[in-house]
């Protein structure tokens, strides 16, 4: 593995000083990156203020204000010049390593192949549900025998986790969302419920772009300006700051609480947050933090627990970062981070499936991690794997192809030489055996 990585969209390995740093999507990142550098709303402001100073034969109250914003704004140059910097770099040791190859398009895909295997997990997965459907699978899928026996192996101090200790983890959950203030899934269509009565419709679509923003940079207080550059990056500044104001009132009694010291979002010395006093859950942190107990479990050899937490990682995953909101474009870098988080745990369970002898359960696992991401040659290798442990030689070829189709139509390249070696040795050892 070292010197190289897997791109993680469409697994090719290339060359690269630094891991992570020459895969596809490490590419389009750097893109997307420098475009919102190079189009931060800070640059229009300070050139908006710059000509309304130029344009004033004298000193006047606005000309004081504009000044004040200027100074106000004096400690963001050089961190937006070191972001640039930082961002053009990367860009030119990824584009290096990887050429021209690629146009990439990191958008979430419909599934375009249907295959009788994906057909039955589509067919189960509208009858009862998504979460019921992923429930049956990690019931079916998980041999705790062994996942204890793998974990004794590993570490002799592990401490195994139960079906009812995962039933746990998901009913906990499931109550903080309940029992919270505000709870908000940005992972799928945006959904927010108050006091656990659902928002069902928004009086404001500026109002629910501003708490959208509020809600991913929940750890800092973000600047008025900001939210009046992200959201009104056309008008004035009066004008601006008029329609912030219009909007965090449509806001706040959105998420009126009906009760004293209710007030949901708060402005403190130029700055809107969230009232930290109340109770707030919001599925992205408990997706981050269930990954981050996964890498936790995995390290210390507690292979069953990690399990549990890639499960329950995956359970929250319900689609795309903010999937419903075709307008913004400040979340797509995280949203792709997200999605890849997601699909690394999808593998792993595939993998951890795989390697129990539970090949139907990794099989779905792989389809699951192909529906979303149809150029993951690393989950294509796994199926044809999968396919090979039940002698499906058909399978196994009709899988490359489909692998060989999807990075064609998508990116314009061939499978790498890794997938393509799998593929000839598991049919030419299937032949053998025949």
């Known amino acids: 593995m070292d010197g190289q990585i897997d791109s993680g969209h469409g697994g090719h390995r290339f060359p690269c000083d630094r891991e992570a740093d020459c895969s596809p999507s490490r590419l389009a990142a750097a893109v997307t990156e420098l475009r919102r550098l190079s ?42 010049a070191a972001e640039l910097a930082a961002a053009a770099r990367s860009f030119s040791l990824v584009e290096r390593s990887f050429g021209q190859r690629i146009d990439a398009s990191l958008a979430s895909w419909e599934l375009r192949f249907e295959t009788a295997d994906r057909g039955v997990v589509a067919r189960r997965e509208t009858a009862i549900g998504r979460d019921g459907w992923l429930s049956g699978l990690f019931r079916r899928g998980r041999n705790r025998a062994t996942l204890s026996a793998m974990s004794q192996q590993v570490s002799p101090n592990h401490r195994p986790t139960s079906d009812v200790t995962l039933a746990r983890s998901f009913a906990l959950s499931s109550s903080k969302e309940t029992d919270a203030h505000i709870a908000a899934r940005v992972l799928g269509p945006f959904e927010v419920s108050v006091s656990g009565v659902r928002v069902l419709r928004w009086n404001s679509l500026k109002a629910r772009a501003v708490f959208q923003y509020l809600l991913i940079h929940q750890d800092r207080p973000v600047r008025r300006e900001m939210l009046m550059e992200l959201v009104w990056p056309d008008h004035s500044y009066s004008s601006a700051r008029n329609n912030l104001n219009v909007a965090l009132y449509s806001l706040r009694n959105t998420l009126d609480l009906k009760e004293p010291n209710g007030q949901a979002i708060l402005y403190k010395e130029g700055c809107y947050l969230l009232n930290p006093t109340l109770t707030w859950w919001i599925d992205r942190n408990d997706f981050l933090s269930a990954l981050h107990d996964a890498r936790l479990a995995s390290q210390a050899g507690w292979m069953e627990r990690a399990v549990g937490a890639w499960q329950s990682a995956v359970q929250l995953y319900r689609g795309p970062l903010l999937e419903d909101d075709l307008d913004g474009e400040w979340y797509l870098t995280e949203q792709r981070q997200l999605r890849e988080q997601y699909l690394q745990a999808l593998e792993y369970l595939a993998e951890t499936q795989y390697d129990l002898g539970e090949l139907r359960a990794a099989v779905e696992f792989g389809q699951l991690a192909i529906s979303t991401d149809p150029c993951r040659e690393s989950a294509h290798r796994l199926l044809m794997r999968c396919y090979a442990g039940q002698h499906q030689q058909q399978l196994v070829s009709r899988q490359f192809r489909l692998c060989a189709a999807a990075l064609d139509g998508e990116l314009g390249v061939a499978p790498a030489s890794e997938t393509v070696r799998l593929f000839r040795t598991l049919t030419s050892t299937m032949r053998a055996e025949l």
Request: proline share 7%.
């Open 39 to 80: 189009g931060d709303p800070l640059f229009q402001a300070v050139e908006r203020l710059l000509a309304e100073l130029d344009n004033a034969a004298e000193l006047t109250p606005a000309g004081i204000e504009a000044a004040r914003m200027l100074r106000m704004w004096r400690a963001d140059y050089p961190r937006l």
